[in-house]
């Protein structure tokens, strides 16, 4: 017998210390860690069907963040190493921050997930009856494709003010007893029409409409009664009348639940991955990160879908009034310690489609079950809108990464001119602080079920924990 298989060529050697792996993460990882990402992904599903959007999400963080020893910040205290504050910004985004040994004085890491999701949101003046039928109308959040939203099982989510300052929080549609909401679709039979024209003109924006009714209130023969039989059921089940949707936000996102994917139950189905599958490793980390060196920062942030504009978003102060309190405690500038300051914009990349191979480039894509992908800059075009990611900074990144063994890979979103993103990370740079984006590559991004790897998300968690607690 010839141990001639053993042994490596000069070739192949030579390749493994010059060529970047193509191989499939899978077989660069141990069973362990593949059980361990099996059993992190367990409460991260659970994270989804009780997150599906940003409030819930924030309720989730504060609740999970306070079993773990985090208090509400209160800028007149005095802290120190080790302790743990949150900030809840509207119910609708949340900092957490551990106080590291060197304070602020180093800058800070920073760790930026976002917790909204593409859905559909209803009108401030939503419900109308037509043809016997009672109906939503709804105006879309975040980049859709639109044919994707008829008839997907919908559930209701979001609050109601009402004018005394009371508030109830709406979700129906979720649980096997709930019904759920959907909008319609024409018949294969009579869509010639539709179906020969263009897909951003077959279905538009008010063809987003939702059925949620058909009987009538009373034999009366009333008009609109079916939508009066709809706001009666309202009122005697939450007290609200037809005034009360302008001061609500109420959004329809997908009824079912995460699912495992694949015989091998390797992956994850679900709504809104991007961003939760960044926001519950950032989330698990800042709980994890013990006494770190540099104060840590995690911010699960609002808006990102429609660009970051509005009070809960990237582009409000808020993060930048929180570390400037936290620089004052320190006695330093606040510009001082961003221009110090390192980030992980936690956000998803497009994973490579073999089905719509055309759109990537198979060099510069990320793949699923390769691990956290790193983008060194989004945008469109000649690298519009975003920022770029420094040599230097990139060099620090690997460096962290690969010295704790964590699974990453790089990739940019599709090819060259072909479409285009952005994410927070140009906020951050704007700051003057350095940033890059770390996230789960996606299959399906933006669609009503969304796919992503349970070994990438648990490598996401592993890769934010290591730059939270790598030394100054
Ligand atoms: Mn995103
Ligand atoms: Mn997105």
């Known amino acids: 017998m010839s141990n001639k298989k053993e042994e490596k060529s000069e070739a192949a050697k030579l390749k ?19 059980e361990k990402a099996d059993e992190f992904c367990k409460e991260y599903k659970n994270f989804l069907d009780n997150g599906k959007i940003e409030r819930e999400a924030v309720a989730y963080a504060v609740a999970a963040a306070e079993k773990a020893g985090f208090t509400e910040y209160d800028r007149t205290k005095t802290y120190s190493a080790g302790d743990k504050v949150y900030v809840n910004n509207r119910n609708k985004a949340i900092i957490l921050a551990v106080i590291g040994k ?20 209803l009108k401030p003046n939503p419900l109308y009856e037509t043809s ?20 997907v099982p919908l559930a209701l989510h979001g609050v109601v003010a009402f004018k005394d300052g009371t508030s109830i929080t709406v979700a129906i549609g979720d649980n096997d007893e709930d019904p759920v909401f959907c909008v319609t679709d024409l018949l294969p039979h009579l869509a010639v029409d539709q179906m020969s024209q263009v897909m951003t003109k077959a279905f ?9 009714g058909s009987r009538p209130f009373s034999q009366d023969e009333e008009s609109e009664n079916v939508k009066l039989n709809i706001l009666s059921l309202l009122y005697d089940k939450y007290n609200i009348t037809e005034e009360d949707f302008l001061s609500a936000d109420l959004t329809l996102v997908p009824a079912f639940k995460a699912r495992d994917l694949g015989f091998d139950r390797s992956m994850i189905g679900a709504y809104g991955h991007d961003d939760k599958v960044c926001a519950y490793p950032a989330l698990m980390a800042a709980i994890n990160a013990e006494l770190p060196e540099s104060t840590v920062i995690t911010v699960l ?67 699923i079950n390769n691990g956290a992908v790193i983008t060194k800059y989004t945008g469109s075009g000649g690298k519009y809108s975003t920022s770029d990611a420094s040599a230097e900074y990139m060099a620090k990144i690997r460096k962290i990464l690969d010295d704790a063994g964590v699974l990453w890979q790089t990739g940019e979103l599709g090819k060259v001119d072909g479409g285009g993103g952005g994410t927070i990370a140009k906020f951050v740079a704007n700051l003057n602080a350095d940033v890059v984006d770390l996230g ?32 100054d």
């Open 204 to 212: 538009n924006g008010e063809h987003l409409n939702v059925l949620i």
């Open 440 to 471: 789960v590559p996606v299959l399906s991004m933006h669609a009503p079920m969304e796919v992503v790897s349970k070994l990438d998300v648990y490598m996401t968690y592993r890769a934010l924990y290591e730059f939270y607690m790598a030394k």
């Open 16 to 34: 493994e210390k010059l060529f970047v792996s193509k191989k499939n993460g899978c077989y660069k990882v141990s069973a362990e860690e593949l």
């Open 301 to 367: 942030t609002d808006r990102e879908e429609i660009g970051s504009d509005g009070n809960t978003g990237m582009k409000s102060t808020y993060t930048i009034d929180f570390i400037e309190d936290l620089a004052k405690a320190d006695g330093e500038e606040v510009r001082h310690v961003m221009a110090k300051s390192t980030c992980l914009s936690a956000d998803v990349n497009a994973a490579f489609d073999p089905t719509y191979a055309s759109a990537f480039e198979a060099n510069n894509s990320s793949y």
């Open 102 to 121: 060197n304070g602020t004085h180093n800058g800070v890491r920073l760790g930026i997930a976002h917790i909204d999701s593409p859905r559909l949101d």
């Open 132 to 151: 016997n039928l009672a109906m939503f109308k709804t105006h879309y959040y975040g980049g859709i494709k639109k044919y994707q939203w008829p008839t």
